[in-house]
Every structure is written in structure tokens, then in C-alpha cells.
């Protein structure tokens, strides 16, 4: 009991001292405009020292639930470009999530499923995740209606094996991903984020939710069938 509170105590010491020290003003888009010229000449005379130390800031921004993940995605397409930018937010994002996965389960995991367990309207979202646990995960991480730390949290609690949660993870964000490091391109050329999402760009998320959605319930019917032929086999 004592570690994991000594764990959740230098946790919240890292909140503290990010916003104690402006740190939010550094992940905005105002500051990312302002400094990227200096961003590009950094990653132009040390691309993968800028590389590694632009995901570890991600991971660690991730980790600890702090406000700029989109612009981090923004600034990652207009810094390393379309492919570059996709390789590091997804991989970035998806360890984050997964370190995130392991600190709620470790910390909180007990405690939370106890209490979660005596309400009925959770009661029924984990009866879901148990039938089809992979299926929502790949849904809630497509949709960019479910918070980033809503999702880690509530899939720490259910009976995913981490490995399913990595590979679910990864590609139910890739497409989120590839969607706003494109947009980072475009920072030379708008003035705010209202510029940068468009019309076009919501419609593109809201295809994305489809498909996820789509995908979620074929695979749900697929499960049904084999489970319906298994048991008639027996």
C-alpha cells in the first residue's frame, strides 16, 4: 500500500509542477506557431534526437493525462511530416496508453472494482466489455468523443489482456493519428485551430466512428456465430 501511494503522490508532484510552471502554455497551438521555425531548424540538424525526445514528451504528457495531445499530434506532422508524424504519435500514444493501462490496474484496479461493481449502470458497460471487450476498445479509441484517460481507465478495469489492449489501442487511434498529423501540415498556413478543423476534417472523424462502429459489429456477429456452431456441435 505504501508504494503505490508513494507512485500516486510523485505522480500528481509531476501535475503539480507542470502547471505551477506554465506548462500549458507551451502545449498550445499559440506557442507552437510562434516557435516553429525554431521546431523545424532543431529537427532539421538533429531529426532523431528530436524524433525520440518529441515521443518521450508525448508518452510522459499521455502518462500523466496533461491537456495537448492534439497539439502534439499537429506539431509531430508539421515537425517530422505525414510518415514520420503517423509512426511516432501511434506508437507514442499507444505506450502511453498502455503505461497508463498498467498504473490504473496496479493503483486502482481493487479499489475502483469494488465500488464498480455496486452500481448498477457500470454493472452493464462491464457485462459489455466482458462480452466483447476487443470490439469497444477498437470503437472508443476511433471515436474522439471518449476522452483519452476515460478509455484507460475503464479498459484497466475490465478483463482485457494487455496485449489485446497494445494491438486494439494501436490501430483503433491510427486513423485519429494519421487524420490530425495531416492536419499539422497545414500550420504555415492558418492562423487558429477553428482554421485547421474544417468541415471536411469532422466529417472524416465522423466516418471514422462509422467504420469502427461497423467493424465493431460485424466482429460481434461473427463471435455470436461461433459461438452458436460451437455449441451446437456439442
Not at 531529426?47 to 508518452?59: C, K, N
Not at 492558418?190 to 466529417?203: P, Y
Amino acid at each position: 500500500m505504501i508504494k503505490k501511494i508513494l507512485i500516486f503522490a510523485v505522480l500528481i508532484s509531476f501535475v503539480g509542477v507542470f502547471f505551477l510552471n506554465g506548462g500549458q502554455d507551451y502545449l498550445s497551438f499559440d506557442t507552437l506557431k510562434q516557435h516553429k521555425e525554431d521546431l523545424l531548424a532543431y529537427a532539421d540538424a538533429n531529426f532523431w534526437q528530436a524524433f525520440f525526445i518529441t515521443g518521450g514528451i508525448y508518452i510522459l504528457s499521455a502518462v500523466l493525462n496533461l491537456p495537448g495531445a492534439a497539439i502534439m499530434s499537429l506539431a509531430i506532422g508539421f515537425i517530422f511530416g505525414r510518415w514520420y508524424g503517423v509512426l511516432l504519435a501511434s506508437f507514442a500514444s499507444t505506450i502511453g496508453a498502455v503505461l497508463v493501462f498498467w498504473l490504473a490496474r496496479y493503483l486502482f484496479a481493487d479499489w475502483a472494482r469494488a465500488r464498480l461493481e455496486n452500481m448498477e449502470s457500470t454493472k452493464r458497460v462491464m457485462a459489455k466489455l466482458h462480452g466483447d471487450v476487443f470490439g469497444y476498445l477498437i470503437f472508443m479509441r476511433a471515436v474522439p468523443l471518449f476522452p483519452f484517460w476515460f478509455v484507460n481507465m475503464i479498459f484497466a478495469f475490465s478483463p482485457i489482456k494487455t496485449r489485446e489492449y497494445a494491438i486494439g489501442t494501436y490501430f483503433g487511434m491510427w486513423p485519429v493519428s494519421f487524420v490530425l498529423v495531416n492536419l499539422g501540415q497545414s500550420l504555415s498556413t492558418v492562423n487558429s485551430m477553428e482554421e485547421l478543423f474544417t468541415g471536411e476534417v469532422i466529417l472524416s472523424f465522423v466516418l471514422i466512428g462509422v467504420l469502427a462502429f461497423i467493424t465493431t459489429i460485424i466482429s460481434r456477429v461473427r463471435k455470436n456465430r461461433l459461438l452458436a456452431q460451437n455449441k451446437s456441435d456439442e
